[in-house]
Antibody, heavy 121, light 108 residues
């Protein structure tokens, strides 16, 4: 069974930093692209970032580029999102996501339960 | 960036009725890389449809997707009580991946 378990969400002040983690199990983690998707309270879904299977390629939404960094540790089956210079508008539940297939182009199939990040003074 | 616009914002229907949800893209979605998700309160989204018309694993056949290019539709043939939720479309063929704003299907 595929499992994705996020952790690290917290209340942080504007301008602060936070690192989210996602523990993956039940599949060959090192074979899949991985994604972060967020959802602000009462709002819709927004793709944040992606990383390829070996961590050599990353991409970001314009709203987080230069502030957030996605990374992975395939030896530990872990995905990370380092978030710096946090803003109030970054407040959201952050989901760790895996696609249907190992391909670059794939819909999102497996989702974690989400980790809440609140940016407020 | 491909902008997806869903309509209506809210659909008020009774169990047993047919639901028709629309998703319109600002430009053609390559190879029909269009997905639909269902989300219930406090839960992560669940993939229903991908490739515009293929049902994901274990999705009941009352859910169907259609369309191509810029216009897509999710149809729920007969609403069951568990189908009342928010539905999102997503294009995954062109970065950045984008979602529609959602359609809420509520009990009338």
């Amino acid at each position: 069974e595929v499992k994705l378990v996020e952790s690290g969400g917290d209340l942080v002040q504007p301008g602060g930093s936070l690192r989210l983690s996602c523990a993956a199990s039940g599949f060959t983690f090192s074979s899949y692209w991985m994604y972060w998707v967020r959802q602000a309270p009462g709002k819709g879904l927004v793709w944040v970032s992606r990383v390829n299977s070996d961590g050599s390629f990353t991409s970001y939404a314009d709203s987080v580029r230069g502030r957030f960094t996605i990374s992975r540790d395939n030896a530990k089956n872990m995905l990370y999102l380092q978030m710096n210079s946090l803003r109030a508008e970054d407040t959201a539940v952050y989901y760790c996501v895996r696609g249907v297939t190992m391909a670059t182009i794939t819909p999102f199939y497996h989702w974690g339960q989400g980790s809440l990040v609140t940016v407020s003074s | 960036e491909i902008v997806l616009t869903q309509s209506p914002g809210t659909l008020s229907l009774s169990p047993g009725e047919r639901a028709t949800l629309s998703c319109r893209a600002s430009q053609s979605v390559g190879s029909n890389y269009l997905a639909w998700y269902q989300q219930k309160p406090g839960q992560a989204p669940r993939l229903l449809i991908y490739g515009a018309s293929s049902r994901a694993t274990d999705i009941p056949d009352r859910f169907s997707g259609s369309g191509s290019g810029t216009d897509f539709t999710l149809t729920i043939s007969r609403l069951e009580p568990e189908d009342f939720a928010v539905y999102y479309c997503q294009q995954y063929g062109s970065s950045p991946w984008t979602f529609g704003q959602g359609t809420k299907v509520e009990i009338k």
